[in-house]
């Protein structure tokens, strides 16, 4: 197929939609090949719906978000009951911050097929956003369906309307450090209010000796290497699926306080800094810091590059030696809120549902952490003018910020 895709449309054996299915295949391992396939393509048949879909979608996860919004709506435009394109469109508007736009688009590829557990899913991303957690949390669990979440167990998973009463609930690790952090919060709401005899909680092997100390688990464990290994326990329930079993809402906020708990290292230092994240997150571009920033005073770096293998029990212990962590979203900032520490978290303007989007610079997850976000997308220096004033003022020392002599992303 790829030796084919060389010769692009010149070969007039070549049928279109070979050639649309040759370029998506590209996708990956040659994108620049890919968009040339495609535009040729629609140089060729400019309303070729299947180009104008693929292509969008290929721009919506290279980050080109009103490029892939400009070629969706063109595909709309020639078939208006096309549901998977509403679907990507409104995945698009979301990645934008257009959040009524991008569930009027995903309400409209469900009018059009009332069973597409994608829009459902796609849909619950701006939910979150706007604050609308009981349908937000409702249609997150359709990535399920969809088959972006996992489901790994043969025991029956509870979704909060069975009885668990003096079951054994078993509550696993799904998506990054800083999920489960933030997860495990929910347990002593989950215990409250449907009296299990026992919960165990199941993490990244990297956060066992962290977790171990939870008050309010019975049992921690690690993520084991063989997903269907056999397990005792009764019903199952995933981290990121405690939201919607629980029917959280915000005012059910902070489920726990001060949760984590480590022995101080005692340091000259007193602030925590950590600017980047795991260059694995899929959204590490817009949330790691890759330029030089000092503060002024004297500082310790947490987490990094290298989170996945960090020692996390390692850096609580700094953390609680600390009065006060700034960090990008990432780990290192649900570690802080957990632990009761204060913590300046960097944000973008497009950020996580977590983050900013309810008017407070406090977020219901941790009463200890202050939002720092970007007035404009991409634009960090402004932030980091403030960071540097307000810890200057907040340490007593009389300088001016050089944030003019950075060059920032």
């Not at 939870?214 to 921690?220: G, R, S």
């Not at 991409?378 to 944030?403: H, M, N």
């Amino acid at each position: 197929m790829a030796d084919a895709t060389e010769q692009h449309l010149d070969n007039q054996e070549m049928d279109v939609d070979d050639a649309v299915l040759a370029a998506w295949n590209l996708r990956d391992s040659d994108p620049v090949k890919c968009e040339t396939v495609f535009r040729e393509v629609l140089n060729a048949r400019p309303n070729h719906r299947d180009a104008l879909r693929f292509f969008g979608v290929f721009l919506s996860k290279a980050g080109r978000y009103h490029e892939a919004i400009t070629l969706l709506k063109r595909c709309i435009a020639y078939n208006s009951a096309d549901a998977a394109a509403w679907c990507d469109l409104g995945a698009a508007y979301s990645k934008i911050g257009d959040y009524p736009a991008s569930i009027a688009a995903c309400n409209r590829a469900l009018e059009i097929a009332p069973n597409m557990p994608s829009a459902r899913y796609n849909r619950a991303t701006p939910l979150l956003c706007l604050g609308d957690w009981e349908n937000g949390w409702k249609d997150y669990e359709y990535g399920k369906v969809a088959g972006v979440r996992v489901q790994r167990f043969l025991q029956p998973e509870w979704c909060g309307w069975s009885p668990i009463e003096g079951k054994t609930v078993y509550v696993w690790a799904e998506q990054g450090f800083g999920d489960q952090i933030m997860g495990a919060q929910l347990i002593p709401i989950l215990r409250e209010r449907f009296k299990p005899a026992r919960v165990i909680l199941e993490v990244n092997r990297e956060l066992v000796a962290l977790m171990q100390g939870l008050e309010f688990v019975d049992e921690v464990v690690a993520q084991p290497d063989d997903r269907h290994e056999p397990m005792l326990f009764d019903e199952h329930v995933s981290l990121m699926s405690l939201p919607a079993a629980l029917s959280l809402k915000q005012s059910d906020l902070p489920g726990a306080v001060e949760y984590i708990k480590a022995p101080a290292v005692v340091s000259e230092a007193k602030v925590g800094l950590c600017l980047r994240g795991s260059p694995a997150h899929h959204d590490d571009a817009n949330r790691s810091v890759f330029d030089a920033f000092e503060l002024p005073v004297p500082y310790v770096e947490l987490g990094g590059t290298k989170q996945a293998g960090m020692d996390w029990l390692q850096t609580a212990q700094i953390i609680a030696g600390l009065d006060l962590v700034i960090t990008v979203d990432t780990g290192v900032v649900h570690l802080a809120g957990a632990m009761g520490v204060e913590a300046w978290v960097l944000v973008p303007k497009l950020c996580d549902y977590r983050w900013g989007q309810y008017g407070s610079d406090v977020p219901q997850w941790y009463p200890r952490v202050i939002i720092c976000q970007q007035d404009i997308q991409g634009d960090w220096k402004p932030v980091f003018s403030r960071i540097w004033e307000q810890c200057a003022l907040r340490y007593g020392i009389p300088t001016s910020s050089p944030i003019e002599d950075y060059a920032y992303v």
